[in-house]
């Protein structure tokens, strides 16, 4: 089945500590997203990458990095220096610049204890 | 700056009912409107895209609606089903600009028995 994965569905994670967020995609697009969504709010972006070995920051890139070395995988890295890092994080993937639909994995709910 | 807004916030009904969401939006120039249905814990799937010279694009019970000079379009939802209880996301792509779409930040959606 083609498709985007992401793993862990849930994580926990204390203060402090980095943790990481694995997506993987099959469907061989070329540019892969990270938003994170809060209760009540639209998703933000966090990093984006249209390329292999290249990636730009969204909206609210502080705090998160993110790698490219393949094109089926983008993870992100959620550091100690992001503030409130509690929220559910969406990985999405798109064909490209001319048919940008997005297609979503199902979430990583991350929490901090 | 590209905005997208969605009404109203959230909105109850009964099985059965139909009822139509709104999405306004200033993105300019335009490329195509998507809606997405986000079921509770999960990613974010698409409903309909709509390109500017489209007018109507109906998938079963969902009808969405384009007014490209009034830059607004809704989502109607016939004979509403308890399955249909989620979150309504109207997203907007600019034409020739970045990989990044525009969210707005949805309608809840509760439908009762």
């Known amino acids: 089945d083609g498709g985007i994965t992401q793993s862990p569905k849930y994580l926990f994670r204390k203060e402090g500590q980095n943790v990481t967020l694995s997506c993987e995609q099959n469907?061989?697009?070329?540019?892969m997203y990270w938003y994170r969504q809060d209760p009540g709010q639209g998703l933000r972006l966090i990093y984006y990458?249209?390329?292999?070995?290249?990636?730009q920051k969204g909206d609210i890139a502080e705090g998160y990095s993110v790698s490219r070395e393949k094109k089926e995988s983008f993870p992100l890295t959620v550091t100690s220096a992001q503030k409130n890092p509690t929220a559910f994080y969406l990985c999405?993937?798109?064909?490209?610049?001319?048919?940008?639909?997005?297609?979503f994995g199902p979430g990583t709910r991350l929490t901090v204890l | 700056k590209n905005q997208v807004e969605q009404s109203p916030q959230s909105l109850i009904i009964l099985e059965g009912k139909n009822c139509t969401l709104q999405?306004?939006?200033?993105?300019?120039?335009?490329?195509?409107l998507r809606w997405y249905k986000q079921d509770t814990g999960r990613g974010p799937v698409s409903l309909t895209i709509?390109?500017?010279?489209?007018n109507t694009k109906s998938n079963g019970r969902y009808t969405a609606t384009l007014d490209a000079d009034t830059k607004q379009s809704s989502l109607h939802i016939t004979a509403s089903q308890l399955s249909d209880s989620a979150s309504y996301i109207c997203?907007?792509?600019?034409?020739?600009?970045?990989?990044?779409?525009?969210f707005g930040r949805g309608t809840s959606l509760i439908v009762h028995p």
């Open positions: 999405a993937s798109s064909i490209g610049q001319t048919y940008n639909e997005q297609f």
């Open positions: 469907l061989n697009h070329d540019a």
């Open positions: 990458s249209q390329i292999v070995n290249d990636f």
């Open positions: 999405c306004n939006y200033t993105v300019s120039p335009f490329s195509n």
């Open positions: 709509m390109t500017f010279s489209e």
């Open positions: 997203v907007v792509s600019e034409f020739g600009g970045s990989y990044i779409p525009t």
